[in-house]
């Protein structure tokens, strides 16, 4: 490795302060958007009357838990949903869109991803490669998926062509996950809901929001949305929630699917949280600025890679609707040096090298990179990526945008110390 010298740290600022400036216009976008996030957040609280009584602990079964049900209320009225289950007890992204899918799926049904391959965590879920112990498929219900135009879009044509009278769930994930597409807008979601009802009125049209929730000033439970699904350790969480998942959406089905995540006849009304629901009203209340702080760190990261001469998705004025910022680094090498560069920032664990690994429900070694207060969350300054071609990073989150300046820098730096760029 070279030595890093006070010239190339001076270009370094230089690019960063530079590529700032270039991300001006697309800054004061980012903060109206966040404004309305806000406000509606906030007048969801006063209606719903939260007050400290709400942030009281319970245990056991947890029969009347205001705080709980409060904060389902919160949720739902935010998300412009009827209702909504917003727990704890969701262990991950991942959990919360199972429960749902078992919650509204029967043998003999089938479930329809109008996108194409769904998260690689999905697979399994559904029992897409194989019918894997618990999945779906074991469970008799049908999977068909239709590919995303060229364009990336919905091919709502094909879509309402591939809807059969078994169709019970048509899925369409918002985000782009580990693929090199653009992330689906709230409208054009919107758009898919009302063609998918118009082909067959009770089909579920079920997303999963994950990283998408305040990008936009609408979620797809305004737009149509029968239900939607995410985590709490991702956007909604605003990176205070320790833990948990929320599922919002139509009234009858939330009723569904809350017996699937306790019991049947039991339902929603239990579920327990020594810790109290504190922290996840106060990471409502930061959501919406914390997303703007992530999403303006994601459209730093495309100017300072585009002015580096990498291909960056989406670009620096380009439409967003999630917090993701993909990055073409091309070799394996970058690809590593990137995540640890993004590593050796972190506040937490900088003094670990993050390294490719067989991580469970994923089909490539992934690598990570996430020196997280809340273990493994990514709406903190995180970046991941599938040890595959082209070797995009995947990066996202930040709760300051000076954190993720600190982190685009780092690894910047640790690609040019390892000879991998020159700056
Ligand atoms: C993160 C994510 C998931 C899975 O969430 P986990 O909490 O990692 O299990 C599912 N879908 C999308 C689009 C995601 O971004």
């Given at each position: 490795m070279s030595?890093?010298?006070?010239a190339?740290e001076?270009?370094?600022?230089?690019?960063?302060?530079?590529?700032?400036e270039?991300?001006?216009?697309?800054?004061?976008?980012?903060e109206?958007?966040e404004?309305?996030?806000?406000e509606?957040?906030?007048?969801?609280m006063?209606?719903?009357?939260v007050?400290?009584?709400?942030?009281?602990?319970?245990t056991?079964?947890?029969?009347d838990?205001?705080?709980r049900?409060?904060?389902?209320?919160?949720?739902?009225q935010?998300?412009?949903?009827q209702?909504a289950?917003?727990?704890?007890?969701?262990?991950s992204?991942?959990?919360?869109?199972?429960?749902?899918l078992f919650?509204?799926?029967?043998?003999?049904?089938?479930l329809l991803?109008a996108?194409?391959?769904?998260?690689?965590?999905?697979?399994e879920?559904i029992g897409?490669?194989?019918?894997?112990?618990?999945s779906?498929?074991?469970?008799?219900?049908?999977?068909?998926?239709v590919e995303?135009?060229?364009?990336g879009?919905?091919d709502?044509?094909?879509?309402?062509?591939?809807?059969?009278?078994?169709t019970r769930?048509v899925?369409i994930?918002?985000?782009r996950?580990y693929a090199?597409?653009?992330?689906?807008?709230?409208g054009?979601?919107?758009?898919?809901?009302?063609?998918?009802?118009?082909?067959?009125p009770?089909?579920?049209?079920m997303?999963?929001?994950c990283?998408?929730?305040f990008v936009?000033?609408?979620?797809?439970?305004?737009?149509?949305?029968?239900?939607?699904v995410?985590?709490?350790?991702k956007?909604?969480?605003?990176?205070?929630?320790?833990?948990?998942?929320y599922?919002?959406?139509r009234?009858?089905?939330?009723?569904?699917?809350?017996?699937?995540?306790t019991?049947p006849?039991?339902g929603r009304?239990?579920g327990?949280?020594a810790y109290?629901?504190?922290p996840?009203?106060q990471?409502?209340?930061?959501?919406p600025?914390?997303?703007c702080q992530?999403v303006?760190?994601?459209v730093?990261?495309?100017a300072v890679?585009s002015r580096?001469?990498?291909?960056?998705?989406p670009?620096v004025?380009?439409?967003r609707?999630d917090i993701i910022q993909?990055?073409r680094?091309?070799?394996p090498?970058?690809?590593?040096?990137?995540?640890?560069?993004?590593?050796?920032?972190?506040?937490v664990?900088?003094?670990a090298l993050?390294?490719?690994w067989?991580?469970?429900?994923?089909?490539?070694?992934?690598?990570?990179?996430?020196?997280?207060?809340?273990?493994?969350a990514?709406?903190?300054l995180?970046?991941?990526?599938?040890?595959r071609?082209?070797?995009?990073?995947?990066?996202?989150?930040?709760l300051?945008?000076?954190h993720?300046?600190a982190?685009?820098?780092s690894?910047?730096r640790?690609?040019?110390?390892?000879?991998?760029l020159t700056i």
């Amino acid at each position: 490795m070279s030595e890093w010298t006070d010239a190339q740290e001076q270009r370094l600022r230089a690019l960063i302060d530079g590529a700032q400036e270039d991300c001006a216009g697309r800054f004061a976008q980012l903060e109206r958007i966040e404004s309305e996030n806000f406000e509606r957040v906030l007048a969801a609280m006063q209606a719903q009357r939260v007050g400290v009584q709400h942030f009281q602990a319970t245990t056991g079964y947890g029969y009347d838990d205001i705080g709980r049900d409060a904060l389902e209320r919160v949720f739902a009225q935010a998300f412009g949903a009827q209702d909504a289950l917003v727990r704890p007890q969701f262990v991950s992204g991942t959990h919360a869109l199972a429960v749902c899918l078992f919650g509204l799926l029967r043998p003999g049904d089938q479930l329809l991803s109008a996108v194409g391959m769904p998260y690689d965590t999905m697979d399994e879920v559904i029992g897409i490669s194989r019918a894997s112990d618990g999945s779906l498929a074991e469970m008799g219900v049908g999977y068909a998926q239709v590919e995303l135009t060229g364009a990336g879009e919905i091919d709502l044509p094909a879509v309402c062509d591939a809807i059969t009278d078994r169709t019970r769930v048509v899925m369409i994930q918002r985000s782009r996950g580990y693929a090199w597409r653009p992330a689906l807008t709230v409208g054009q979601i919107g758009e898919a809901a009302r063609a998918i009802h118009a082909r067959k009125p009770d089909a579920i049209v079920m997303v999963d929001n994950c990283y998408g929730e305040f990008v936009d000033v609408q979620e797809p439970t305004h737009v149509g949305a029968d239900v939607m699904v995410g985590s709490l350790i991702k956007n909604a969480g605003g990176g205070l929630a320790p833990t948990g998942g929320y599922i919002a959406g139509r009234h009858d089905l939330i009723e569904r699917i809350a017996c699937r995540l306790t019991s049947p006849g039991i339902g929603r009304e239990v579920g327990s949280y020594a810790y109290g629901y504190q922290p996840f009203y106060q990471g409502f209340f930061f959501a919406p600025h914390v997303v703007c702080q992530a999403v303006k760190t994601a459209v730093l990261a495309a100017a300072v890679f585009s002015r580096l001469g990498f291909t960056v998705h989406p670009g620096v004025d380009d439409a967003r609707s999630d917090i993701i910022q993909a990055l073409r680094l091309e070799t394996p090498e970058r690809l590593i040096a990137f995540c640890e560069g993004i590593q050796m920032a972190s506040p937490v664990d900088s003094f670990a090298l993050p390294e490719p690994w067989a991580m469970p429900g994923y089909q490539d070694q992934v690598i990570m990179a996430a020196g997280t207060f809340v273990s493994g969350a990514s709406i903190e300054l995180s970046a991941d990526a599938p040890m595959r071609e082209p070797f995009a990073v995947y990066m996202q989150g930040g709760l300051t945008l000076s954190h993720g300046r600190a982190g685009i820098a780092s690894a910047v730096r640790r690609m040019a110390d390892k000879g991998l760029l020159t700056i």
